[in-house]
């Protein structure tokens, strides 16, 4: 037997956004165990797990990813911190937002979306959590109702407000 210091050392993997977004797209937005999704329930939050450990061998490919919610992810235990960093992450609160802003970034690597004062606030919070988000501010933009191109994420109530346009997609 080799000297343990010899042995290769197997890096943890980090999964970056686009592939999130891919896996999550490929998923469908809902946990492939229970079918819980963000959209239906603002409770559900959406977090990629290695279906064969990454401490066990599994593989750091698509492959061996799917989409749990966090309830189905719990016990699991061997992801946990892999998964600690995306917790909170924007991600899953864009999803409760509306899911079409995540389907766009996963369709067409950017979404263009509208928010308002205090949903852009929490926006820029979020993106300092985990490794971050390309975000444009898109100035002198008219946002009317149902602008018809724009991912609104603000609702009736908000529709008085000043809103901010942006463009979002995600790094690397
Ligand atoms: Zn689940």
Same mark, same amino acid.
């Given at each position: 037997?080799?000297?343990?210091?010899?042995?290769?050392?197997?890096?943890?993997p980090?999964i970056?956004?686009?592939t999130r977004l891919r896996i999550f797209?490929?998923d469908?937005?809902?946990?492939?165990?229970?079918?819980?999704?963000? #959209?239906?329930?603002?409770?559900?939050?959406l977090e990629i797990d290695h279906?064969?450990?990454?401490?066990?061998?599994?593989?750091? &490919?698509?492959?061996?990813y799917r989409t749990l919610? *966090?309830?189905?992810n *719990?016990?699991?235990?061997?992801d946990?911190?892999l998964n600690?960093?995306v917790?909170?992450?924007?991600l899953?609160?864009?999803?409760?937002?509306?899911? &079409?802003?995540?389907?766009?970034?996963?369709?067409?690597? &950017?979404?263009? #979306?509208? #928010?308002?004062?205090?949903?852009?606030? &929490?926006?820029?919070?979020?993106?300092?959590?985990?490794?971050?988000?390309?975000?444009?501010?898109?100035?002198?933009?008219?946002?009317?109702?149902?602008?018809?191109?724009?991912?609104?994420?603000?609702?009736?109530?908000?529709?008085?407000?000043?809103?901010?346009?942006?463009?979002?997609?995600?790094?690397?």
């Open positions: 037997m080799g000297d343990p210091d010899d042995m290769p050392v197997r890096k943890r980090t970056t956004p686009k797209g490929r469908n937005f809902k946990c492939t165990v229970c079918g819980a999704s963000p #959209a239906l329930d603002t409770a559900v939050s279906h064969v450990p990454f401490s066990l061998g599994g593989a750091d &490919e698509d492959g061996n919610c *966090r309830r189905c *719990r016990g699991k235990g061997n946990e911190v600690k960093a917790d909170s992450d924007l899953n609160w864009l999803s409760r937002v509306n899911p &079409e802003i995540l389907e766009a970034m996963a369709r067409d690597g &950017e979404a263009v #979306a509208v #928010a308002n004062a205090e949903e852009f606030a &929490e926006i820029q919070k979020l993106n300092r959590v985990f490794d971050g988000y390309e975000i444009t501010l898109i100035p002198n933009t008219i946002i009317g109702f149902h602008a018809g191109y724009n991912l609104g994420i603000y609702t009736l109530e908000d529709n008085g407000g000043p809103k901010t346009n942006f463009r979002i997609a995600p790094r690397g």
